[in-house]
């Protein structure tokens, strides 16, 4: 499906964090009292984090769990502005919230999974957030569906709103997972891939579920060349009101970052351009005659289509397509293909065949 533009201010014209990568934006899940926030943002600030999260409003799964603060809590946040100078940031959910939040001078809002989710609740803060200048990151709804994230993006930029970016924190899953939430990186690669422009951020917090898996989950999303991430952080994780086992101290972050490595998105050294050219060409040639092989196999599809009706015989053998397969997985091992990848391209390959035999059936 191809995607309408979105109008995006580049996240370098925020002025929000500083160059270069990764763009950092952490605090605690909530904020839980003054004390806990100015603390923490202090060990932040300490280690040179410019923006602060606290979620003030929290979407709970069972009622009676801490749902926040509330509204006071903004008071907190304006605190933290003050006195250490960073920009402040928190879930919205709704019109109210986002009134409030204008009122406390909350810098950069945040539209959580479940919201994200709800066209309402987006078209809601859309309204209420229309005109205002405040930057807004939209997390990936619950359910692993581009169509519905992309769909959050173009309300915010319908009501004018060009600060726009994202927040990958994985899908909700019913599988038996290592993680919180299934990071399904295909979908973020997908996204980025459409609108590249659109900063992108990725919270290894939620995705992961536990402080063990920070690191690795932050590292895969910077090689993927996301722009920052977003890290819960706590002066006492263990005494936290939500999401104790996922969030680690400021000096925990600092030990975490100082692990990543950060490699470049590109470069313009002329060794490496050479080398990396070199490479490429390869591939280019190689991709054609995939296109090459894709077409002659597709042709001998049509001809068996084409046999097939003149003998009057289904398009479908199910027994000749799972021991073709089978052998393809076999001998793709052999070349070092996973299974998962040629199942992937055959299959493709099959419901095309499929689709074109049962064009020439019906003509
Ligand atoms: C959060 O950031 O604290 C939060 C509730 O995240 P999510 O919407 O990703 O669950
Ligand atoms: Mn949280």
Redesign the pocket.
């Known amino acids: 499906m191809s995607s309408r533009p979105l109008e995006i201010t580049p996240v370098e014209e925020w002025g929000f964090f500083t160059l270069p990568r990764p763009m950092i934006i952490a605090g605690p899940?909530s904020a839980e009292s003054e004390e806990q926030v100015m603390e923490t943002a202090r060990g932040l600030h300490d280690l040179g984090i410019h923006v602060f999260r606290a979620?003030i409003w929290?979407?709970r799964t069972h009622p009676g769990s801490f749902e926040g603060v509330g509204a006071p809590g903004l008071k907190w946040l304006q605190k933290v502005k003050h006195e250490f100078g960073m920009k402040v940031g928190t879930?919205v959910a709704s019109a109210k919230h986002v009134f409030e939040c204008i009122k406390y001078g909350v810098d950069i809002v945040w539209i959580?999974?479940?919201t994200t989710a709800n066209p309402f609740l987006v078209q809601e803060l859309a309204d209420a957030l229309q005109d205002t200048d405040i930057p807004v990151l939209v997390?990936n709804p619950v359910n692993p569906d581009l169509d519905l994230w992309i769909g959050a993006l173009e309300r915010l930029n319908r009501a004018r709103i060009r600060k726009l970016g994202v927040i990958h924190?994985g899908f909700s899953t019913s599988e038996d997972i290592l993680y919180r939430n299934d990071p399904q990186w295909k979908i973020a690669i997908e996204l980025r891939t459409r609108y590249p422009g659109l900063p992108f951020f990725a919270?290894p917090s939620?995705m992961g579920g536990s402080r063990k898996y920070l690191l690795e989950l932050s590292q895969t999303a910077l090689d993927l060349g996301l722009e920052g991430l977003m890290i819960e952080s706590h002066c006492h994780p263990e005494c936290a009101l939500s999401?104790s086992a996922q969030q680690l101290t400021p000096e925990g972050l600092r030990e975490m970052l100082g692990k990543i490595v950060v490699r470049d998105k590109d470069s313009d050294s002329p060794t490496y351009r050479e080398g990396i050219d070199q490479l490429r060409a390869q591939i280019d040639i190689i991709d054609e005659g995939l296109l090459y092989s894709f077409s002659s196999r597709m042709n001998v599809s049509r001809k068996i289509g084409q046999y097939k009706k003149e003998h009057n015989i289904a398009i479908l053998q199910t027994s000749r397509w799972d021991s073709l397969l089978g052998s393809m997985i076999e001998k793709g091992r052999a070349y070092g293909l996973s299974e998962d990848f040629i199942r992937a391209v055959f299959n493709a390959i099959h419901d095309e065949s499929v689709r074109t035999q049962n064009q020439i059936l019906s003509e």
């Open positions: 899940c979620g929290k979407p879930e959580g999974a479940r997390k924190r919270d939620h999401d």
